[in-house]
C-alpha cells in the first residue's frame, strides 16, 4: 500500500502539462510564507515563477489569510444571478478605479474563461447591433488558454494540434518583436482591408506574450495598433491574465498605452495567489449593447462560483497590499536588478538572447535542437534547479524568472548565481 505523498500522488493524480510516463518525482509542498516552499522534509525552495505566475505578495500573506477567514465566517458563497454582496461591489469598485476608463466588471474562475467572456462579449456585441461580425485577429504565437474559444486564438502548435479541427478560424498576424514592427503592421492592414466590416475584435496579450516564450515587443507599437482598430471600428481585448497587477511594472501592461483596450481579462495574481479567481472588465460602450427590452440580448454566459465571496475577499486585500506594502516599489526593485543581471549574461556563449520587462526576465539558450516549448534542455535545466532549491520552470530553451514581488535582493542574487552556474555547466560540459 502506498504511503507517501509522492507514492499517493502517482497512484492517483494526473498533473497539468506534464508527460507523465517519464515525470521526475512531485514534490510534496506543505506550507509556503514569503517566497519560499516548504517540502515535507522542511528543505526550503525560493519560488522563482510565483506558483505559475499568481503569488504576488508571497505565500500565505496574513493580510490575504485573515480576510478570507473573515469571510468565510460570514458568506461563503451565494449564486450571482438575482444576488449580490458587498465584497463583489468593493472589489469591483476597487478594479474600476485602476481602470477608470472601464465601466462594468463580469466575473468569472480563471484566465481561460476570462478570455471566453470576453470573445463572447464582442461577438455578441456585434450580434445585438445587428451586425453579424465573427472574425478575430490575434498574435500568430499567442496564448490566451486551454478552453475551446481560448485556444481557437492562440498559436497553431503543439498545444493545439489534437484539437485542430474543431478550432474556428482567426487572422493570425505576426508579434511586432522589434525589427518586425512594419511586417506587423502591414500585415493588420492587409487582414483590414481584405475583411473590414466582418472583423469583431483583436485580442492581444501586451507587451509580454507569456507561454509563446515571454517574447517582448514595444508598448508603443501597441498604441499604434490598438488605434489603428480603433480607427477602424474593431473592438480591441487586453488578455493581462499574466501581465496584470504590475508585472510588467504599472498597474496593468497596457497603462503604457495612450489608446485604451474596449475589453480588459484579468485573473492570476487577482487574489494574490490564493484563490482561483477572474474578472473581465469592459467600457460603457459593451455594456450598453446588451441592455434592452428584448430578453435574448442579454449576456448567456456564468459560472457556478461567479464572484465568490470568498475569491472576492482575496482580490480587496491583495489591491490593500499594493498601498500598505509599497508594492510598486519592490516591482522597481526587481526590474533594476533584473536589467543589472540581463547585462552580465547577454554576452554569455550559451545564451541566444536575453530580455526583460518589469519583474519578467527571460533567457533563450542556444542549443542544437530547435526553439520551442519540447526542447529536451528544459528537462536538464529544471532538475538542475530543483537540486538548488530553486523553482523554475522554463519553457523549453527559455528560461524565466517572474518571482513575487515580496523577494528580498538576496534571494534574488540567489536566483541569479544558480542561473550562472547552469550556465557554466554547460559551457563545461557536465550538464
Same mark, same amino acid.
Given at each position: 500500500?502506498?504511503?507517501?505523498?509522492?507514492?499517493?500522488?502517482?497512484?492517483? $493524480?494526473?498533473?497539468?502539462?506534464?508527460?507523465?510516463?517519464?515525470?521526475?518525482?512531485?514534490?510534496?509542498?506543505?506550507?509556503? %510564507?514569503?517566497?519560499?516552499?516548504?517540502?515535507?522534509?522542511?528543505?526550503?525552495?525560493?519560488?522563482?515563477?510565483?506558483?505559475?505566475?499568481?503569488?504576488?505578495?508571497?505565500?500565505?500573506?496574513?493580510?490575504?489569510?485573515?480576510?478570507?477567514?473573515?469571510?468565510?465566517?460570514?458568506?461563503?458563497?451565494?449564486?450571482?444571478?438575482?444576488?449580490?454582496?458587498?465584497?463583489?461591489?468593493?472589489?469591483?469598485?476597487?478594479?474600476?478605479?485602476?481602470?477608470?476608463?472601464?465601466?462594468?466588471?463580469?466575473?468569472?474562475?480563471?484566465?481561460?474563461?476570462?478570455?471566453?467572456?470576453?470573445?463572447?462579449?464582442?461577438?455578441?456585441?456585434?450580434?445585438?447591433?445587428?451586425?453579424?461580425?465573427?472574425?478575430?485577429?490575434?498574435?500568430?504565437?499567442?496564448?490566451?488558454?486551454?478552453?475551446?474559444?481560448?485556444?481557437?486564438?492562440? %498559436?497553431?502548435?503543439?498545444?493545439?494540434?489534437?484539437?485542430?479541427?474543431?478550432?474556428?478560424?482567426?487572422?493570425?498576424?505576426?508579434?511586432?518583436?522589434?525589427?518586425?514592427?512594419?511586417?506587423?503592421?502591414?500585415?493588420?492592414?492587409?487582414?483590414?482591408?481584405?475583411?473590414?466590416?466582418?472583423?469583431?475584435?483583436?485580442?492581444?496579450?501586451?507587451?509580454?506574450?507569456?507561454?509563446?516564450?515571454?517574447?517582448?515587443?514595444?508598448?508603443?507599437?501597441?498604441?499604434?495598433?490598438?488605434?489603428?482598430?480603433?480607427?477602424?471600428?474593431?473592438?480591441? $481585448?487586453?488578455?493581462?491574465?499574466?501581465?496584470?497587477?504590475?508585472?510588467?511594472?504599472?498597474?496593468? %501592461?497596457?497603462?503604457?498605452?495612450?489608446?485604451?483596450?474596449?475589453?480588459?481579462?484579468?485573473?492570476?495574481?487577482?487574489? =494574490?495567489?490564493?484563490?482561483?479567481?477572474?474578472?473581465?472588465?469592459?467600457?460603457?460602450?459593451?455594456?450598453?449593447?446588451?441592455?434592452?427590452?428584448?430578453?435574448?440580448?442579454?449576456?448567456?454566459?456564468?459560472?457556478?462560483?461567479?464572484?465568490?465571496?470568498?475569491?472576492?475577499?482575496?482580490?480587496?486585500?491583495?489591491?490593500?497590499?499594493?498601498?500598505?506594502?509599497?508594492?510598486?516599489?519592490?516591482?522597481?526593485?526587481?526590474?533594476?536588478?533584473?536589467?543589472?543581471?540581463?547585462?552580465? $549574461?547577454?554576452?554569455?556563449?550559451?545564451?541566444?538572447?536575453?530580455?526583460?520587462?518589469?519583474?519578467?526576465?527571460?533567457?533563450?539558450?542556444?542549443?542544437?535542437?530547435?526553439?520551442?516549448?519540447?526542447?529536451?534542455?528544459?528537462?536538464?535545466?529544471?532538475?538542475?534547479?530543483?537540486?538548488?532549491?530553486?523553482?523554475?520552470?522554463?519553457?523549453?530553451?527559455?528560461?524565466?524568472?517572474?518571482?513575487?514581488?515580496?523577494?528580498?535582493?538576496?534571494?534574488?542574487?540567489?536566483?541569479?548565481?544558480?542561473?550562472?552556474?547552469?550556465?557554466? =555547466?554547460?559551457?563545461?560540459?557536465?550538464?
Amino acid at each position: 500500500m502506498s504511503s507517501t505523498l509522492q507514492e499517493r500522488d502517482l497512484d492517483i $493524480i494526473w498533473h497539468p502539462y506534464t508527460q507523465m510516463k517519464d515525470a521526475l518525482p512531485f514534490v510534496p509542498m506543505v506550507r509556503g %510564507a514569503g517566497c519560499y516552499l516548504f517540502d515535507e522534509k522542511d528543505a526550503r525552495y525560493i519560488d522563482a515563477v510565483s506558483s505559475w505566475w499568481t503569488n504576488i505578495h508571497g505565500h500565505a500573506h496574513p493580510h490575504i489569510a485573515k480576510a478570507i477567514y473573515e469571510q468565510a465566517q460570514k458568506l461563503e458563497q451565494v449564486i450571482f444571478a438575482g444576488f449580490t454582496h458587498e465584497p463583489a461591489i468593493r472589489l469591483g469598485e476597487m478594479l474600476l478605479k485602476r481602470i477608470p476608463f472601464h465601466q462594468k466588471v463580469f466575473y468569472s474562475d480563471n484566465g481561460s474563461t476570462a478570455v471566453e467572456v470576453a470573445i463572447k462579449m464582442t461577438l455578441q456585441y456585434w450580434s445585438n447591433r445587428g451586425q453579424g461580425r465573427r472574425k478575430i485577429i490575434a498574435f500568430r504565437e499567442a496564448y490566451h488558454g486551454d478552453t475551446f474559444g481560448a485556444m481557437s486564438i492562440s %498559436a497553431r502548435g503543439v498545444f493545439t494540434a489534437p484539437f485542430q479541427n474543431l478550432l474556428f478560424d482567426v487572422e493570425f498576424i505576426d508579434t511586432p518583436v522589434p525589427g518586425n514592427e512594419q511586417r506587423t503592421r502591414n500585415e493588420l492592414e492587409a487582414v483590414i482591408e481584405r475583411y473590414g466590416k466582418d472583423i469583431a475584435a483583436f485580442i492581444f496579450e501586451p507587451l509580454v506574450l507569456g507561454s509563446a516564450g515571454m517574447i517582448m515587443y514595444s508598448d508603443m507599437v501597441l498604441d499604434e495598433i490598438i488605434k489603428t482598430c480603433k480607427d477602424n471600428d474593431i473592438l480591441t $481585448i487586453a488578455d493581462e491574465v499574466m501581465t496584470g497587477f504590475g508585472r510588467t511594472g504599472k498597474f496593468l %501592461a497596457t497603462d503604457y498605452c495612450i489608446n485604451k483596450p474596449d475589453i480588459i481579462c484579468l485573473s492570476k495574481g487577482i487574489t =494574490g495567489g490564493f484563490l482561483p479567481f477572474a474578472a473581465t472588465t469592459s467600457t460603457a460602450d459593451i455594456y450598453q449593447a446588451f441592455l434592452s427590452e428584448d430578453k435574448a440580448k442579454m449576456f448567456f454566459h456564468g459560472h457556478s462560483y461567479t464572484a465568490n465571496p470568498l475569491g472576492c475577499a482575496a482580490g480587496i486585500a491583495s489591491l490593500e497590499l499594493f498601498e500598505t506594502e509599497r508594492t510598486f516599489d519592490k516591482v522597481a526593485l526587481i526590474s533594476s536588478m533584473h536589467i543589472s543581471f540581463a547585462s552580465e $549574461i547577454k554576452d554569455n556563449a550559451f545564451v541566444k538572447d536575453v530580455r526583460y520587462t518589469g519583474t519578467i526576465l527571460a533567457i533563450e539558450l542556444k542549443t542544437d535542437e530547435a526553439d520551442g516549448y519540447l526542447n529536451n534542455i528544459r528537462d536538464r535545466a529544471y532538475k538542475y534547479f530543483m537540486e538548488k532549491k530553486i523553482i523554475l520552470r522554463p519553457l523549453g530553451n527559455i528560461i524565466y524568472i517572474l518571482p513575487p514581488y515580496c523577494i528580498s535582493a538576496d534571494d534574488m542574487y540567489s536566483v541569479y548565481d544558480v542561473i550562472k552556474a547552469f550556465l557554466t =555547466g554547460l559551457s563545461q560540459g557536465n550538464l
